[in-house]
């Protein structure tokens, strides 16, 4: 009888606790128009970047990573409907890199310069983190800038060292850690359809442009 108190009292702790998750998710979202509007601006002026021949750069750390990765598959794959492959660069998914840079130059230095051997003017570099805190993605921001790429980033609560040193930020201003990574992945998705939605547009106004067909004489 105890064991059997004791594993109702644990589930219902689970679900206590299930419910406190959604329902802290469910009140970040009810905030999360400002953030749905910078997405949805990046998304369209990423889509004019990369269609002009630049490149994506994307990092963070821990479940960061994973979604900055995340990201950049749906670049270099697609996200919706099939169109033209684009670069993106995951800077944390290339071990041997990570590890030498690590070695030789310390923790500071395994993003940032990364960001100075494939950025390029004009490029996008997306830096993504909870905390706002990381100090290799604040000096990889500040590389990004010197060097001239568009620096974005998420983050979570502002101010941040993050925020301070990009060019441009979308906050999620929530104390939870995992209601942070949460929306990353929420506006990391629509930056992916407005960047699409945008690329549409630009194929449909080419299409507009063309002059009218002629039939061969």
């Known amino acids: ?24 998710l469910t009140e970040a979202l009810t905030e999360f128009g400002p953030a749905a509007e910078i997405a949805t601006d990046w998304g369209i002026r990423l889509a004019g970047a990369l269609s002009s021949g630049s490149r994506l750069l994307v990092a963070g750390n821990g479940g960061s990573a994973a979604q900055a990765q995340h990201f950049s598959a749906e670049i270099v794959g697609r996200y919706g409907p099939d169109r033209a492959p684009f670069s993106a660069v ?33 490029d996008v570099c ?3 983190s909870t905390s706002g805190r990381s100090r290799n993605l604040v000096a990889a921001a500040v590389r990004a800038r010197d ?4 620096t974005w980033v998420m983050t979570g609560p502002v101010p941040n060292p993050l925020a301070e040193v990009a060019e441009e930020v979308l906050p999620i201003c929530c104390p939870t850690t995992s209601t ?3 929306l990353h992945l929420v506006a990391l998705h629509l930056v992916c359809e407005a960047m699409d939605a945008e690329l549409n547009r630009q194929a449909m106004a080419e299409v507009a442009e063309l002059p009218p067909w002629q039939p061969t004489p």
């Open 180 to 182: 942070v990574q949460e």
């Open 126 to 128: 997306v830096l993504m």
């Open 147 to 150: 060097c001239g790429l568009r």
């Open 1 to 24: 009888m105890t064991e059997l108190l004791s594993a109702e009292l644990l589930s219902a702790q689970a679900r206590a606790t299930a419910t406190a998750h959604v329902r802290a």
């Open 90 to 122: 995951a800077l944390h998914s290339e071990p041997s890199a990570l590890t030498a840079i690590l070695n030789d130059y310390g923790i500071e230095e395994v993003f940032a310069r990364q960001v100075q051997a494939h950025g390029r003017p004009g």
